[in-house]
């Protein structure tokens, strides 16, 4: 995994926008850039975690292995976002694996100095726990949306949140993320595209109408 020093990165990203330079520098001594081919893996379950993740370009899968070695696709991650916080501050294990699915870039963070001269900065620490808040209230979505939505709400609503980045993911691994089957997916895709709301070009999907898509989940 070819790396570089380039850590414009994150400049932009929310969480480290009020850091001065001097401060800015100290994060970048402690942080690498690093690139990935699809396929990489950024981490294994049961691996220690010493390390956060700012996924800055690309598609990052997290999964589990059952025990016949099937792949369980639990969430795709995209740009930009933090990976990784509630295992470090816990001191745990990766509670599952994550694979890049296209190629990738990742700012990765030495999680151990980054506690020890970050967390105690207020305004990073609080930052820290908006992160982690926001997971959760990515979780309460998704117990709410698979206990009310139908399957063609939330295949709308995926849609329209990525639009920018469905074309790069398999519809197999859509259909996990939503939990519907592959042919539900299919038979409702194909029905978007006889209302005119999407377009579909062999594997990509373009949005035609993302207001009356919307219309499927609001």
Do not use: W
Not at 44 to 70: H, R
Not at 79 to 97: C, D, G, Q, W, Y
Not at 162 to 175: C, F, N, P, R, V
Request: with cysteine; hydrophobic share 40%.
């Amino acid at each position: 995994m070819p790396e570089n020093n380039d850590m414009h990165p994150l400049r932009d990203f929310f969480f480290f926008s009020e850091l001065d330079e001097e401060r800015f520098s100290q994060l970048e001594a402690i942080s690498r850039v690093v690139h990935y081919k699809k396929g990489s893996i950024a981490f294994f379950e049961g691996e220690e975690a010493t390390s956060l993740f700012v996924l800055v370009e690309g598609i990052l899968q997290v999964y589990k292995t059952d025990m016949k070695g099937n792949k369980i696709i639990l969430h795709h991650f995209f740009p930009k976002t933090m990976i990784a916080e509630m295992v470090n501050l816990e001191h745990m294990r990766f509670p599952a694996s994550a694979e890049f699915e296209t190629d990738g870039t990742a700012v990765v963070i030495d999680y151990p100095k980054f506690e020890q001269e970050f967390l105690s900065c207020p305004a990073v620490s609080m930052k820290f726990i908006k992160s982690l808040t926001k997971k959760v209230k990515y979780l309460e979505n998704v117990i709410a949306n698979n206990m009310v939505m139908n399957s063609t709400a939330r295949v709308s609503k995926f849609i329209c949140e990525h639009e920018s980045e469905i074309s790069k993911l398999k519809k197999g691994y859509i259909a996990a993320d939503l939990n519907i089957a592959p042919e539900t997916l299919s038979r409702i895709l194909k029905k978007f595209a006889d209302l005119k709301l999407i377009k579909k070009e062999k594997d990509t999907i373009h949005v035609l109408d993302k207001k009356e898509l919307a219309s499927f989940y609001e």
